[in-house]
Nanobody, 124 residues
Framework: QVHLVESGGGLVQVGGSLRLLCAAFGPTFRSYAMGWFRQAPGKERQFVAAINWSGGYTDYADSVKGRFSLSRDNAKNTVYLQMNSLKPEDTAVYYC?????????????????WGKGILVTVSS
């Protein structure tokens, strides 16, 4: 069982930066692929980024490539999403996800564990 808790969200101006954290509570964090999704008001949830268990492989949505960076510290059971050059369209609730299978995380369906989400608002 893995419990995910997001933090680091908030209000930021266009062009600014935020770093989201996802802390995982459970004995097997280092074996899980991790990811971030977001859902804007009135829209479907969309994939943002994913990272494999070791941190050696990452995948990003085209909309965030070059601006967002995903990393993990298995010693701290934490995943970090560094978001730079933020745009109003990045405004959404961001959710952390964990699964044994990286492809499952990227697909976003039947993921084993989800966090409750955290709001990011980019104001113009």
């Amino acid at each position: 069982q893995v419990h995910l808790v997001e933090s680091g969200g908030g209000l930021v101006q266009v062009g600014g930066s935020l770093r989201l954290l996802c802390a995982a509570f459970g004995p097997t964090f280092r074996s899980y692929a991790m990811g971030w999704f977001r859902q804007a008001p009135g829209k479907e949830r969309q994939f943002v980024a994913a990272i494999n268990w070791s941190g050696g492989y990452t995948d990003y949505a085209d909309s965030v490539k070059g601006r967002f960076s995903l990393s993990r510290d298995n010693a701290k059971n934490t995943v970090y999403l560094q978001m730079n050059s933020l745009k109003p369209e990045d405004t959404a609730v961001y959710y952390c996800a964990a699964d044994n299978n990286l492809s499952t995380v990227v697909a976003g369906t039947r993921v084993d564990y989800w966090g409750k989400g955290i709001l990011v608002t980019v104001s113009s």
